[in-house]
């Protein structure tokens, strides 16, 4: 069976940052690298929290983004 090893993880916030001229929304992301791999959903949301509350923007996102090594 396959296992996956998280090697590294990111938080990214997307914020909305306006509209464009067709009314879509103009979306700009600000990613923090070396998020330690163990956090935990609530650390991380927690986090992403208290960093939202220093951005004028409107957050439309919080995403985590792991990469990992399959093995074998």
Do not use: H
Not at 18 to 47: C, R
Request: hydrophobic share 45%; no cysteine; glycine share 4%.
């Amino acid at each position: 069976m396959a296992q996956a090893v998280v090697t590294a993880s990111k938080l990214r916030l997307v914020f909305q940052v306006g509209m464009d001229d067709e009314g879509k929304p103009v979306l700009k992301a600000k990613t923090f690298n070396n998020i330690q791999k163990s956090a935990a959903p609530d650390q991380l949301l927690q986090a992403a929290q208290a960093l939202i509350g220093l951005s004028n923007d409107t957050l439309s996102n919080i995403e985590r983004v792991d990469n990992a090594d399959l093995l074998a």
